[in-house]
């Protein structure tokens, strides 16, 4: 039997439409194995993770960088160790004496604990000087050692690097400027310490409150001045400089500079009062800017304060030069390149009784 052939109508197209060449990526991609597709998307990720890890890098980086700027200008919160901190490279515009306000800043550490770090500056030897803060270390001081809590072992601080020493005290100024307490005596007297530090250059006081208290206006900066003259004029008489008004101390200032023989008077009578108090000196001192006040005038000569004709007259020689003395009956005075109100009060007073006591003893031996 023989087999019926089937027959197909296929078209096929002509050879000029075929096209030759290079086969479509798409046409690959459907072609692809699983193993082929598998390794390009591995790829893929792998160029993905790659890009990723250098993005995170970089910020890893800037972030690096933010926070060594940061540090470095203190704007970093660091726990250090109250054994670590020195308060030695700024004289400090502090008053001395206990402090009336530290036991309410006590009171709030241990309740919130401390929200406004104290300020300081690395040194070479691995310790920190204090710039800002001296209140909040001292009650953190004064926390561990009535406590001995480990909390209180370390406090809150902002560690910059060092800097120039007139920014460092133009920082601790500018924070006290804002305080209510702060007196002009003491900023008359962070002047004065100022100009004696070998290490600020500046020997003017003038200068050294224009360094100092830039922030402040003209005005004050000339209260500033007042007093650190004033300070200076009697330094080692004044005991609360702290409890003398602005405006006694200006008023003052200028009459002792009218009247430097003023100086003396005004330094007798305070001596004269060894045991006052802040408002017994300044009512002193008021006396001699108030008008009408007997201790601002002119004492009134008379035949028993005239002066006695000098019975003996002579020089001796020192390391400041020859001091001119002259003696009488009952008196005795000595004139030499020294200003005895900066020399120490003990001191001076020991001197004095030495030589009384010499003095007797040969008036004794002469007349015995």
């Not at 133009?170 to 004696?196: C, P, Q, W, Y």
């Not at 008004?245 to 009459?255: A, Q, W």
């Not at 006591?357 to 015995?368: I, K, S």
């Amino acid at each position: 039997m023989s087999r019926k052939r089937r027959m197909f109508d296929i078209d096929i197209p002509p050879m000029d439409d075929i096209p030759v060449g290079k086969v479509p990526d798409k046409a690959l991609e459907k072609r692809r194995g699983p193993m082929a597709t598998a390794i390009s998307e591995n790829a893929n990720a792998l160029r993905d993770q790659q890009s990723t890890e250098e993005t995170i890098r970089a910020e890893n980086d800037r972030l690096a960088h933010e926070l060594v700027r940061l540090r470095s200008e203190g704007l970093v919160t660091e726990h250090v160790a109250l054994a670590d901190v020195v308060t030695e490279k700024l004289t400090r515009d502090r008053k001395v004496g206990p402090d009336p306000e530290l036991e309410e800043l006590k009171d709030s550490i241990r309740d919130i604990g401390l929200s406004n770090p104290i300020q300081l500056e690395r040194r070479s030897d691995g310790r920190f000087d204090l710039i800002q803060g001296m209140r909040r270390l001292s009650a953190y001081r004064a926390l561990h050692e009535e406590t001995g809590e480990s909390i209180y072992a370390k406090i809150p601080a902002g560690i910059s690097d060092a800097t120039v020493l007139n920014d460092s005290y133009r920082r601790m100024v500018d924070e006290n400027l804002i305080r209510k307490d702060i007196s002009f005596a003491e900023m008359g007297a962070l002047a004065r310490a100022f100009t004696e530090d070998p290490a600020n250059d500046c020997s003017d006081v003038d200068k050294a409150v224009a360094i100092l208290f830039k922030s402040a206006s003209y005005t004050k900066r000339s209260y500033i001045r007042a007093f650190a003259s004033l300070l200076m004029m009697l330094d080692k008489v004044l005991m609360h400089p702290n409890d003398i008004p602005r405006n006694l101390g200006v008023e003052l200032k200028r009459k002792l500079d009218a009247n430097p023989g003023l100086i003396r008077q005004v330094s007798n009578a305070l001596m004269a009062e060894p045991d006052r108090d802040g408002a017994h000196e300044v009512a002193i001192l008021r006396t001699f800017v108030t008008s009408g006040a007997g201790a601002a005038k002119k004492p009134i000569a008379t035949p028993s304060s005239k002066t006695r004709r000098a019975k003996t007259t002579f020089q001796v020689s020192g390391r400041a030069g020859v001091a001119k003395c002259s003696a009488s009956s009952g008196r005795i005075e000595l004139r030499y390149d020294l200003d005895f109100t900066r020399v120490d009060r003990a001191k001076l007073e020991q001197a004095i009784a030495t030589l009384i006591e010499d003095l007797q003893e040969e008036d004794a031996l002469t007349h015995g």
